[in-house]
């Protein structure tokens, strides 16, 4: 019996092969691991701005899609608008996360928002971000005021624009979550608390009037106007 050292997978070990010039090695086989959990990713998706503009008016049709884990889900469609505002409360439920719940509350998984301007053939890409949602174990009791926050938008490396949103991962266990938001239409709004108050203003613009205008296809500018 030849007994030899066989180095497999950086496992070395020693096996009794019955044939000298047998080579005997163990190839390990790695298990998932066993602590897994469900939990529920609430994305609250106030506003963007200063979007790239990707149709011929000089504006986009923008929407935004959550990507966590195995799910996604987009927003509604802003039609026209570079700074568009959604105010849309984006639900992942029973997104199945691997680990223990207080090892995940220190290194949340990440989750991905991709921004589209839609079009009837095909959509463009305007950009993504990617954020670090609050964990939060114990159903929402105690846990701290959810604030929106700016998260650049980038594309390629160049700056695409901003998103104002906030993220939360609840682990979904004896605690339970908190109630889902209010609705309009078909979709979940931002919740009180999460929603900033806004206020009616108005904007005056005086304008004396405009000169070293160049010529346009050629032509004189004769009865300029601003819009």
Aim: aromatic fraction near 10%; hydrophobic fraction near 35%.
């Amino acid at each position: 019996v030849n007994t030899r050292n066989c180095i497999s997978n950086r496992i070395i070990f020693s096996c009794n092969s019955p044939k000298p010039n047998m080579l005997c090695c163990y190839q390990p086989t790695l298990s998932p691991p066993s602590d897994s959990n469900n939990y529920q990713l609430r994305a609250y998706l106030y506003q963007a701005r200063d979007l790239f503009a990707e149709d011929s008016s000089g504006f986009s049709d923008p929407y935004a899609q959550v990507i966590f884990g195995n799910q996604s889900k987009a927003t509604k469609i802003i039609p026209e608008t570079l700074c568009p505002t959604w105010n849309q409360t984006i639900i992942l439920d029973n997104v199945q996360v691997w680990g223990n719940p207080k090892e995940i509350a220190k290194q949340p998984p990440s989750v991905v928002i991709e921004l589209f301007d839609y079009d009837a053939v095909g959509h463009d890409y305007l950009g993504r971000t990617v954020v670090t949602p609050a964990v939060i174990l114990d159903g929402g009791v105690g846990s701290t005021e959810t604030k929106l926050t700016w998260y650049e938008v980038t594309r390629g490396g160049e700056h695409g624009g901003e998103l104002l949103a906030a993220f939360e991962l609840y682990l979904k266990g004896n605690m339970g979550v908190p109630p889902l938001p209010p609705t309009v239409e078909d979709h979940y709004i931002l919740p009180n608390g999460v929603r900033p108050i806004m206020q009616h203003t108005r904007i005056e613009v005086l304008t004396w009037g405009v000169r070293n205008m160049k010529k346009f296809h050629m032509s004189a500018i004769n009865n300029p106007s601003i819009e």
